[in-house]
T-cell receptor, first 115, second 111 residues
């Protein structure tokens, strides 16, 4: 596709339910990132993929969060047993390489609301 | 560790005013520096970048110069327009993989 696509754009879920967020990066981009943006706050790094490998998972807030990526394609971020503090916009980005000067292209985000 | 500190907002100014958003960073080595912008209802997009000391990034009338001596990358625009109303994020990449973002500065330009 032309850009990074995320689905769903909005998700309302009940506390305790599991949710799965999807990201389709730009074709051919090696690096893929997940960030979280709480209301009125900056971007919080969650995890990044180089290909389908995730060298750094240290940003994941708890073991309820997990992510996977198929090759250099789609990635899913799963949150189990959602809590109200998980409410945020989850942003996905991809870039052609994982080195410093490479621009990251962001999707529109998934707005998750846990009620 | 690596971190970015940017001017807190919100910032409100009139059209044609001069805009400066301060950004300073802490990092080892020689990171690349970025300004990203998030317009209302849109996703984050790159505004400009600089990859080495003394580089000046520029786009859409905005400029920022990579100052290693002061570890700064301040964003400036000489004459803002209503369409510049957005949230601006300073970010760095220490030449590995992780973009570190500042908290964001909300700018509102009034006609």
């Amino acid at each position: 596709g032309a850009g990074v696509s995320q689905s769903p754009s909005n998700k309302v879920t009940e506390k305790g339910k599991d949710v799965e967020l999807r990201c389709d990066p730009i074709s051919g981009h090696t690096a893929l990132y997940w960030y979280r943006q709480r209301l009125g706050q900056g971007l919080e790094f969650l995890i990044y993929f180089q290909g389908n490998s995730a060298p750094d998972k240290s940003g994941l807030p708890s073991d309820r969060f997990s992510a996977e990526r198929t090759g250099e394609s789609v990635s899913t971020l799963t949150i189990q047993r959602t809590q109200q503090e998980d409410s945020a916009v989850y942003l996905c980005a991809s870039s052609p390489y994982f080195t410093g000067g490479s621009e990251a292209f962001f999707g529109q985000g998934t707005r998750l609301t846990v009620v | 560790g690596n971190s970015v500190t940017q001017m807190e907002g919100p910032v409100t100014l009139s059209e044609e005013a001069f805009l400066t958003i301060n950004c300073t960073y802490t990092a080892t080595g020689y990171p690349s520096l970025f300004w990203y912008v998030q317009y209302p209802g849109e996703g984050l997009q790159l505004l400009l970048k600089a990859t080495k000391a003394d580089d000046k990034g520029s786009n859409k009338g905005f400029e920022a110069t990579y100052r290693k001596e002061t570890t700064s990358f301040h964003l400036e625009k000489g004459s803002v327009q209503v369409s510049d109303s957005a949230v601006y994020f300073c970010a760095l990449n220490p030449n590995d993989y992780k973009l570190s973002f500042g908290a964001g500065t909300t700018v509102t330009v009034r006609a």
